[in-house]
């Protein structure tokens, strides 16, 4: 069985296109995004988030940076506010990544306290990096919806408004491509 892409002939061809891909910017694929979750006294030392959903990975709200106000009289205010950013993390039913956030549940219950997570996305096909602070668990389902099929898991995480989004350097998106490759290459074994 071939792990290659249909047309690619060669691993040289691959990283070709690879780099050609990334050079023109035309690749805005989601599947060789990363998702490391880290969480405090429950995954320590960060999990690397799997099984996502099939039309979606993860989605964020915009989050509100300022408010305005004008008076009766016409005079306008307004300043920064500080707000939470809610995100959806969508995963298949059986994804590995679900007991995650049950273990963060059951720790959080048996305290009972908050455990703040911290995260690290990394977005190489959009040259993105993001550190993502003070995360908490804000919803997550009993189990997974029963219809004929079991239906893909949506789990809510809410971040502090301190998150940083830098660029990837060519040498870093291209890294995160070809591990999106060979992941695509084992999985296909």
Same mark, same amino acid.
């Given at each position: 069985?071939?792990?290659?892409?249909?047309?690619?002939?060669?691993?040289?061809?691959?990283?070709?296109?690879?780099?050609?891909?990334?050079?023109?910017?035309?690749?805005?694929?989601?599947?060789?995004?990363?998702?490391?979750?880290?969480?405090?006294?429950?995954?320590?030392?960060?999990?690397?988030?799997?099984?996502?959903?099939?039309?979606?990975?993860?989605?964020?709200?915009?989050?509100?940076?300022?408010?305005?106000?004008?008076?009766?009289? *016409?005079? #306008? @205010?307004?300043?920064?506010?500080?707000?939470?950013?809610?995100? &959806? =993390?969508?995963?298949?039913? %059986?994804? +590995?990544?679900?007991?995650?956030?049950?273990?963060?549940?059951?720790?959080?219950?048996? *305290?009972? #306290? @908050?455990?703040?997570?911290?995260?690290?996305?990394?977005?190489? &096909? =959009?040259?993105?990096?993001? %550190?993502? +602070?003070?995360?908490?668990?804000?919803?997550?389902?009993?189990?997974?919806?029963?219809?004929?099929?079991?239906?893909?898991?949506?789990?809510?995480?809410?971040?502090?408004?301190?998150?940083?989004?830098?660029?990837?350097?060519?040498?870093?998106?291209?890294?995160?491509?070809?591990?999106?490759?060979?992941?695509?290459?084992?999985?296909?074994?």
């Amino acid at each position: 069985m071939s792990i290659l892409p249909n047309g690619v002939t060669s691993g040289l061809d691959t990283v070709s296109a690879t780099v050609t891909a990334l050079l023109g910017g035309k690749s805005i694929t989601s599947a060789n995004a990363s998702f490391n979750l880290l969480i405090p006294g429950v995954y320590s030392s960060g999990v690397l988030l799997q099984n996502f959903g099939v039309g979606d990975m993860f989605t964020s709200d915009p989050q509100t940076l300022t408010e305005g106000r004008v008076g009766v009289d *016409g005079n #306008s @205010v307004g300043d920064y506010v500080f707000q939470r950013s809610k995100m &959806s =993390l969508h995963f298949q039913a %059986n994804s +590995t990544s679900l007991p995650v956030f049950y273990n963060w549940k059951a720790i959080q219950d048996a *305290g009972p #306290s @908050v455990i703040a997570a911290t995260a690290k996305v990394i977005c190489p &096909s =959009l040259a993105l990096d993001v %550190n993502l +602070t003070d995360g908490y668990l804000t919803s997550l389902p009993i189990l997974p919806p029963h219809r004929k099929l079991a239906e893909e898991v949506v789990v809510e995480l809410s971040w502090g408004p301190g998150w940083q989004t830098t660029s990837l350097t060519l040498g870093q998106r291209l890294a995160g491509h070809l591990i999106g490759i060979a992941a695509g290459a084992i999985a296909n074994l």
